[in-house]
């Protein structure tokens, strides 16, 4: 069983930049693929990133890719995600997500535990 918890989320400006942090529950976090996903007003719940197990290897949305970076901290278990350059259309909640899967899953019945959410808001 892992509990994610998300922090960081905000409001902010076009071009600005936040970070988004997910810490997680049990001793047993390195064994996790770890995601973020985002949702944002009258959408589906799409992916934005993943990070392998020993953090050496990530995966991104088109969407995202070049202004946002995942990374992990396995003896804090701890996740995060560095947006920079956001954009009124990464204006969401984003959900830290965690699984056993191999690779990086991009469906969400893909992953087996999520956190509550943390609302992002990009002001133009």
């Known amino acids: 069983q892992v509990q994610l918890v998300e922090s960081g989320g905000g409001l902010v400006q076009v071009g600005g930049s936040l970070r988004l942090s997910c810490a997680a529950s049990?001793?047993?976090?390195?064994?996790?693929?770890m995601g973020w996903f985002r949702q944002a007003p009258g959408k589906e719940r799409e992916f934005v990133a993943a990070?392998?197990?020993?953090?050496?290897?990530?995966n991104y949305a088109n969407s995202v890719k070049g202004r946002f970076t995942i990374s992990r901290d396995n003896a804090k278990n701890t996740v995060y995600l560095q947006m920079n350059g956001l954009k009124p259309e990464d204006t969401a909640v984003y959900y830290c997500?965690?699984?056993?899967?191999?690779?990086?899953?991009?469906?969400?019945?893909?992953?087996?535990?999520w956190g509550q959410g943390t609302q992002v808001t990009v002001s133009s």
């Open positions: 049990g001793r047993t976090f390195s064994s996790y693929t």
């Open positions: 997500t965690a699984t056993l899967r191999l690779g990086f899953p991009t469906r969400q019945y893909e992953y087996d535990y």
């Open positions: 990070i392998h197990r020993s953090g050496a290897s990530t």
